[in-house]
Nanobody, 127 residues
Framework: QVQLVESGGGLVQAGGSLRLSCAAS????????MAWFRQAPGKGRAFVAALNWSAGNTRYADSVKGRFTISRVNAKNTVYLQMNSLKPEDTAVYYC????????????????????WGQGTQVTVST
């Protein structure tokens, strides 16, 4: 079992920055691809960013490219999402997820590939 706990969400003005953290426990996530998804009010959950076990491959949704950066520190069993130049349309609950396929080269972007999920953290961007 892998437990994931997100933190770092909050209220920020448009143009501001936030850094989300996802702390894993139960087992090491160093061999797994990790991702962030988000769910805006009234919408389904959508892919945001993912990285493979070594952080050598990353993928981003077009809407966040150039503004968001996903990273990981395997020694801390933690994944991060640095969000810059935030927009009101980034308002959502952000979820961290783990894909327990070991040593995958290309991290998946589909929700169904991820086995463990956190409870989410709210990000609200005001105008």
């Amino acid at each position: 079992q892998v437990q994931l706990v997100e933190s770092g969400g909050g209220l920020v003005q448009a143009g501001g920055s936030l850094r989300l953290s996802c702390a894993a426990s139960g087992r090491s996530i160093s061999r797994y691809a990790m991702a962030w998804f988000r769910q805006a009010p009234g919408k389904g959950r959508a892919f945001v960013a993912a990285l493979n076990w070594s952080a050598g491959n990353t993928r981003y949704a077009d809407s966040v490219k150039g503004r968001f950066t996903i990273s990981r520190v395997n020694a801390k069993n933690t994944v991060y999402l640095q969000m810059n130049s935030l927009k009101p349309e980034d308002t959502a609950v952000y979820y961290c997820a783990a894909d327990i396929t070991e040593y995958s080269i290309i991290p998946p972007t589909d929700e169904s590939s991820y086995n463990y999920w956190g409870q989410g953290t709210q990000v609200t961007v005001s105008t």
